[in-house]
């Protein structure tokens, strides 16, 4: 059964965010699903950009009025 796991990175800074994320991700099973909660919209694009060239999928994107929250889900491990 897929899991969904909350990664806050609101305050974090670039890179250090997408690092955080990357690395969870690749500790996840297929399927689950991460919602990374972030507040700059430039690391939101850069992450949607590694997203898309990597197996896994972008699910979701939600503007909240603080931070935007996007559902990544894990794909195949290569």
């Known amino acids: 059964m897929a899991s ?3 990664l806050d990175l609101r305050g974090v ?3 250090l965010n997408l690092l955080k994320c990357k690395s969870r991700l690749k500790s996840m099973e297929q399927g ?3 919602e990374v909660m972030l507040a700059d919209i430039d690391v939101i694009q850069d992450l949607i950009m590694i997203v898309n060239r990597s197996r ?3 699910v979701y994107k939600n503007k909240n009025k603080d931070y935007i929250c996007l559902g990544i ?3 195949k491990k290569f």
């Open 4 to 6: 969904k796991i909350v």
């Open 13 to 15: 800074i670039s890179p």
């Open 56 to 58: 896994d999928e972008v």
């Open 73 to 75: 889900k894990r794909g």
């Open 32 to 34: 689950d699903v991460l």
